[in-house]
């Protein structure tokens, strides 16, 4: 089962936007154990985490890059 985390934040000047994501909820509910074991908000683990994990997942290839994609297409 999927849960919501909708967070709400201020971008340049007062434009304010929502944003909506969703985590299993095994998930979401250590994140939530995790911000009130350090007293601190769900936007800030998820930040934080973002900032930690980034360059990792960055060496993801895209749902456009298909490892052997190249290859199989010379052979058709």
């Known amino acids: 089962m999927w849960s919501l985390l909708e967070t709400s934040s201020r971008m340049a000047g007062s434009d304010k936007r929502k944003q909506s994501l969703y985590f299993p909820e095994d998930m979401l509910k250590?994140?939530?154990?995790?911000?009130?074991?350090q007293d601190r908000s769900?936007?800030?683990?998820?930040?934080?985490?973002?900032?930690?994990?980034r360059k990792?997942?960055?060496k993801y290839p895209s749902v456009n890059e298909f490892p052997g994609e190249e290859?199989?297409?010379e052979i058709a």
Do not use: G, N, P, Y
Request: charge should be negative; aromatic fraction near 8%.
């Open 30 to 37: 250590e994140i939530q154990d995790e911000a009130t074991r």
């Open 42 to 53: 769900l936007s800030w683990i998820v930040q934080k985490a973002w900032k930690i994990a």
């Open 56 to 58: 990792e997942i960055m």
């Open 71 to 73: 290859d199989e297409k």
